[in-house]
C-alpha cells in the first residue's frame, strides 16, 4: 500500500498530490490535551483518534469508515510529575462506504509517550494498628475466710489457798541422819537432835570441864541460836557428847559431815570434832588449826590406828576468828576415794588416794564436838552452828546451797 501510494506522490507532485495523500490516509487524531480529551481524526477518509484525559493517553478512537484506519491517537500529553499515560488504542477500523468492504483496520495509533513520572508511589500504607490485646480476665474473687470463732471467756482463777502451816522442824532430807540446830534452851544442857532417820533422836548432851563453861547461845547463823564453848586450855572447856558413833547411825562409808563455826581464839590442834576409840586405836577428826606443817590450816584426818596412819585433807591457809565460815567434809565412793574440804562453799582441798572410812574405824566411844582424844590439845573456843552428819556424799552445788541459803 505504501509502495501504491509513494507511487501516486511521485507521479502527481509533491504539492499537487498532498490533499490525495492525506484523502486516502486520513489525518491522524490529535493526541489527548491536559484539559480535553483526544479528538477524532477530521479527515474524510477517517477520524482523528480522540484525546485521553488529563495525564492519561488518549484511546485514540479510529477514523471513519476509509479505506485506511486513522492513525492512533498522539499520546496526551502528561501533566509535570503526572501518572504515566497509557498508551493509545488503535482507532477502530471504519466502515466501508456504501457498502463497500470495510477498510483495513487503521495502524494503531503512535504509542504515547508516558508522561512525566510522577511521584514515588504513593504513601505506603501504615501497617493496620495491632489490635490491643484481649483484656485478661480478672481472676476469680477469693472467698472471704470465714470468721474466727471468738474465744471463750478465760474462767476465773480460783482463790489461792491459805499455805499450810509449816511443820515443826522435820527433817527434809532422809540421808540426814544427825542434825543438831543448836536453837536449844538457854541455860539448858541437851542439844536436841532434829534428824529422824534412825528413827529414834540421839540428842547431845552439854557438857563442861574443869573450869571452863558452855551454853546455848541466841547468837547465831542458822536458826535461833548456837552452842557457845568457852574453851581456854586442854583441861578447862565445854563440848558436846553424841551418844551413838557414826557407824551406828548409818554413816559408814560415804558420809557428809558439815557445821558453822565462829572462832573466838584459834588454838592449835583444838577440835570441832573428834570420833574416837582412843589416840592410838582409830579416830577422825576436824581441827581449825593444824601447826604440824607450814602453812597452819584447817585439816581433816581418819585413821585406825594412830596419827602415823592418818589420811589427811588439808587448806592452804587457816580461818579468821570472830567471823562465821561454813565447812563441810566430803568422803565420796570407791574403794580408793576421793576426800573433799570445803570451806565457805568451795573445795579448800582433796585428796583422792584415801581407803579408810568410818565402817573400818568402828563404833567409837567417844564421839565428842569440841573436844579432842589427845589430852594435850585444848578444847575449842568459839560458837558452832548447825551440825549435820549425813550417809551420803553431797553434790558441790548441795554444799554451796548449804552455805549459801540454809539459814
Given at each position: ?43 474524510a477518509m477517517g477520524g482523528h483518534g480522540g484525546h485521553g484525559p488529563v495525564g492519561v493517553g488518549g484511546d485514540g478512537e479510529g477514523g471513519s469508515v476509509g479505506p485506511r484506519g486513522g492513525a492512533g ?77 471468738t474465744a471463750g471467756t478465760t474462767g476465773v482463777a480460783g482463790t489461792t489457798g491459805a499455805a499450810g502451816t509449816t511443820g515443826a522442824g522435820g527433817n527434809s532430807e532422809g540421808d540426814l541422819v544427825l ?229
Amino acid at each position: 500500500m505504501r509502495g501504491a501510494v509513494f507511487f501516486a506522490v511521485m507521479a502527481c507532485g509533491a504539492i499537487a498530490c498532498r490533499y490525495d495523500y492525506e484523502a486516502l490516509t486520513g489525518t491522524s487524531g490529535g493526541g489527548g490535551s491536559t484539559a480535553n480529551p483526544g479528538t477524532g481524526g477530521n479527515t474524510a477518509m477517517g477520524g482523528h483518534g480522540g484525546h485521553g484525559p488529563v495525564g492519561v493517553g488518549g484511546d485514540g478512537e479510529g477514523g471513519s469508515v476509509g479505506p485506511r484506519g486513522g492513525a492512533g491517537g498522539t499520546a496526551g500529553t502528561g501533566d509535570a510529575g503526572g501518572s504515566s499515560g497509557a498508551a493509545g488504542r488503535g482507532g477502530v477500523g471504519g466502515n466501508g462506504a456504501n457498502g463497500g468492504n470495510g477498510g483495513n483496520g487503521g495502524n494503531g495509533g503512535t504509542t504515547g509517550r508516558g508522561g512525566a513520572g510522577g511521584d514515588a508511589g504513593g504513601t505506603t500504607g501504615r501497617a493496620g494498628t495491632t489490635g490491643a490485646a484481649g483484656t485478661t480476665g480478672a481472676a476469680g474473687t477469693t472467698g472471704v475466710a470465714g470468721t474466727t470463732g471468738t474465744a471463750g471467756t478465760t474462767g476465773v482463777a480460783g482463790t489461792t489457798g491459805a499455805a499450810g502451816t509449816t511443820g515443826a522442824g522435820g527433817n527434809s532430807e532422809g540421808d540426814l541422819v544427825l542434825w543438831y540446830k543448836f536453837d536449844d534452851t538457854a541455860g539448858g544442857a541437851v542439844a536436841v537432835d532434829w534428824a529422824t532417820a534412825t528413827g529414834t533422836p540421839n540428842n547431845g548432851t552439854l557438857v563442861a570441864a574443869g573450869t571452863g563453861t558452855g551454853m546455848f547461845s541466841p547468837t547465831h547463823q542458822v536458826g535461833t541460836g548456837a552452842v557457845n564453848l568457852n574453851g581456854t586450855t586442854s583441861a578447862n572447856g565445854a563440848y558436846v557428847t553424841v551418844p551413838a558413833s557414826l557407824n551406828a547411825l548409818g554413816a559408814t562409808t560415804e558420809i557428809t559431815i558439815a557445821c558453822w563455826v565462829n572462832i573466838t581464839t584459834d588454838r592449835a590442834w583444838s577440835r570441832l570434832f573428834d570420833f574416837n576409840n582412843s589416840n592410838t586405836t582409830g579416830y577422825m577428826f576436824l581441827t581449825t588449826y593444824q601447826s604440824q606443817n607450814t602453812p597452819n590450816s584447817v585439816r581433816f584426818a581418819i585413821t585406825t590406828t594412830n596419827n602415823a596412819g592418818e589420811q589427811k585433807i588439808s587448806s592452804a591457809a587457816r580461818l579468821s576468828t570472830g567471823a562465821w565460815h561454813h565447812l563441810a567434809v566430803v568422803l565420796g565412793a570407791g574403794a580408793t576415794y576421793t576426800g573433799t574440804l570445803y570451806i565457805d562453799g568451795a573445795v579448800a582441798g582433796t585428796n583422792d588416794a584415801m581407803t579408810v572410812r568410818p565402817s573400818n574405824v568402828g563404833n567409837t566411844i567417844n564421839n565428842w564436838i569440841g573436844r579432842s582424844a589427845f589430852t594435850a590439845d585444848p578444847y575449842f573456843a568459839g560458837m558452832i552452828d548447825d551440825f549435820r552428819v549425813y550417809k551420803r556424799a553431797l553434790t558441790a552445788t548441795e554444799i554451796a546451797t548449804l552455805y549459801t541459803t540454809i539459814r
